[in-house]
């Protein structure tokens, strides 16, 4: 009966374990984040135009740069500037090419907070920068 009880006891406690390492909760959702976004001079754009294996198509550039929006189009419509994407539950996956190698290099953008008019992003620096909603696309 002794065994039993420590039995008992040990299920109760892995279960507890478990019940505490709940899966983080969903920061916004991919509907929200479609649309175009400015935080001071720097803009992002992210599009619900299918670029393959669950991605879509974005881009990004920084006017204090010298860099517009005109740039990025063209023939050369999704080169430089461009990224594919996909919302996780807590960041977004951004693949962008390698202009030298012309390979894809994917790294995950943290998200701290989205809404319909507001988000909160740590990029390559990890450091968290607001960004303002401006238009949907």
Excluded at 10 to 18: G, R
Excluded at 59 to 68: D, I, P, R, S, T
């Amino acid at each position: 009966m002794k065994k039993f009880f420590q039995f008992a006891t040990f299920l109760v406690v892995i279960i507890i374990a478990f019940a505490s390492c709940k899966k983080d909760k969903e920061i916004g959702t991919r509907e929200q984040l479609i649309g175009r976004w400015q935080s001071g001079q720097e803009y992002l754009v992210f599009y619900d135009e299918d670029a393959g294996d669950g991605y879509a198509w974005g881009k990004e550039w920084n006017e204090a740069q010298g860099v517009l929006e005109s740039d990025l189009e063209g023939e050369d419509y999704h080169g430089n500037g461009w990224f594919r994407w996909k919302k996780g539950d807590d960041y977004i996956r951004v693949a962008a090419q390698l202009s030298i190698t012309e390979a894809e290099a994917a790294l995950d953008w943290t998200l701290n907070s989205l809404t319909d008019t507001q988000m909160s992003l740590a990029q390559k620096n990890k450091q968290y920068k607001t960004y303002n909603k401006i238009a949907s696309e």
